[in-house]
């Protein structure tokens, strides 16, 4: 399907609920409707990611420039639209295409030592299925019970109150999630894993790695599945018996949790790992569920 591709040029609103904008700054505005079942992505090149899920079916994405030094870079907006799905690319004003999958030349570095960030705020309609990117920057996701995609280059992604299946990425930051159903893959290149499903009924796999830092997944009580967990410098611990397959160790353990795992759910496979640190298998609401993570 043909795209058509929309510059946006910058608005003078300001940010509700946010300081004035500082000198120098410039503020955005983006509204539109879109309906459920379609994707909203939004990437950005640097600065922090927060998004909430809201009624009706009014979909707004605000964002402010934050100036840090004298000469900076004015960022740019783009849109592609594709079908129902919208895609909003905030990018450096002189580099960086916007593409459907995210920005080319991901970059975050400040170009002739101009530096800046840009606060994106991003109210979700229910129904909408969600895709944000920072290169650089927290993203932080609110009550958003569609189909979520969260991911950093270099900043912490924390995921609360969600209702539906979760993959969050951080390259260089903790990652965690809380979702009422799951499935979640979460995963970080150096940080600490937490993922937390209080319901899961897909058959889909899931994954928690971390290339350096602790891993710790909790699972309802009655669930069942295949488990593969590794650890190249620390100790395994499950909440839930598992039958084991082959070879076990402290390091590794591979086996099946739950009567029926080898049954009709034989093909769900949880898959714990990372490089330094221990991988704990938790059941919610049982006495070894951690405290504050």
């Not at 592609?80 to 916007?98: S, T």
């Not at 009550?143 to 299946?165: C, F, H, I, R």
């Not at 009924?201 to 790695?209: A, F, K, N, R, T």
Request: proline share 4%; glycine share 12%; charged share 25%.
């Amino acid at each position: 399907m043909k795209r058509l591709l929309l510059c946006l040029a910058a608005l003078s609103t300001p940010l509700a609920a946010q300081e004035p904008a500082r000198e120098g700054a410039v503020p955005f505005t983006w509204r539109e409707r879109i309906t459920q079942g379609a994707w909203l992505r939004v990437y950005t090149y640097q600065g922090p990611v927060e998004a909430i899920e809201v009624t009706g079916d009014m979909a707004q994405v605000q964002a402010e420039t934050s100036v840090r030094a004298r000469s900076w870079e004015e960022a740019r907006y783009e849109v592609l639209r594709d079908g129902a799905d919208v895609v909003l690319c905030v990018l450096p004003e002189d580099r960086g295409i916007c593409r459907r999958d995210g920005i080319s030349n991901r970059s975050s570095r400040s170009d002739h030592g101009r530096s800046s960030s840009v606060a994106v705020v991003i109210r979700v309609p229910r129904g909408v299925k969600l895709a944000l990117w920072s290169g650089n920057g927290a993203v932080q996701v609110s009550g958003v019970t569609s189909e979520l995609d969260a991911s950093s280059g270099n900043g912490a992604v924390a995921v609360t109150g969600s209702g539906g299946p979760v993959r969050a990425y951080s390259g260089n930051g903790d990652v965690e999630v809380s979702t009422a159903r799951g499935p979640v893959s979460a995963k970080s290149g150096n940080g600490r894993v937490w993922a937390q499903m209080r319901e899961v009924q897909s058959s889909e796999d899931m994954e928690s790695h971390s290339g350096n830092g602790r891993v710790i997944v909790e699972l309802p009580p009655g669930f069942e599945g295949l488990l593969e967990a590794s650890t190249a410098n620390g100790h395994i611990e499950s909440d839930f018996p598992v039958t084991v397959e082959g070879r076990f160790s402290v390091s590794r353990l591979s086996g099946r949790i739950g009567r029926n795992a080898g049954g009709s759910l034989s093909g769900r496979r949880i898959k714990l790992w990372t490089g330094n640190g221990n991988l704990e298998l938790r059941q919610i609401g049982s006495a070894t569920t951690p405290r504050g993570r």
